[in-house]
Nanobody, 125 residues
Framework: QVQLVASGGGLVQAGGSLRLSCAAS????????MGWFRQAPGKEREFVAA????????YYADSVKGRFTISRDNAKNTVYLQMNSLKPEDTAVYYC??????????????????WGQGTQVTVSS
């Protein structure tokens, strides 16, 4: 089992930037793809971005493509989400999660588990 702790959220004006971090402990971090998801009030949790275990492959939701960048540092057991050009519709609790199966890059919400506690991102207009 892996434990995940997300941080870096906050209040920012539209057009601003934030960098989220997710620190992992427990099972071998470098063997698992990682993902970022978000959940706005009254809405279902949705996929934001994912990165393969090596960091060589990434993919994004269309709504954040070109604005957000996911990266990882396996030496630090940490995955990041750099968020630029933030919009009010990006307001949500952001969660990191690990793929349930090693050496797989999951593409669905159900492929991921070991959810962190979430960090609030609020973008004001």
């Amino acid at each position: 089992q892996v434990q995940l702790v997300a941080s870096g959220g906050g209040l920012v004006q539209a057009g601003g930037s934030l960098r989220l971090s997710c620190a992992a402990s427990g099972r071998t971090f470098s063997s698992y793809a990682m993902g970022w998801f978000r959940q706005a009030p009254g809405k279902e949790r949705e996929f934001v971005a994912a990165i393969s275990w090596s960091g060589g492959d990434t993919y994004y939701a269309d709504s954040v493509k070109g604005r957000f960048t996911i990266s990882r540092d396996n030496a630090k057991n940490t995955v990041y989400l750099q968020m630029n050009s933030l919009k009010p519709e990006d307001t949500a609790v952001y969660y990191c999660a690990a793929d349930k199966i090693p050496y797989r890059l999951g593409s669905r919400l159900g492929d991921f588990g070991s959810w962190g506690q979430g960090t609030q991102v609020t973008v004001s207009s």
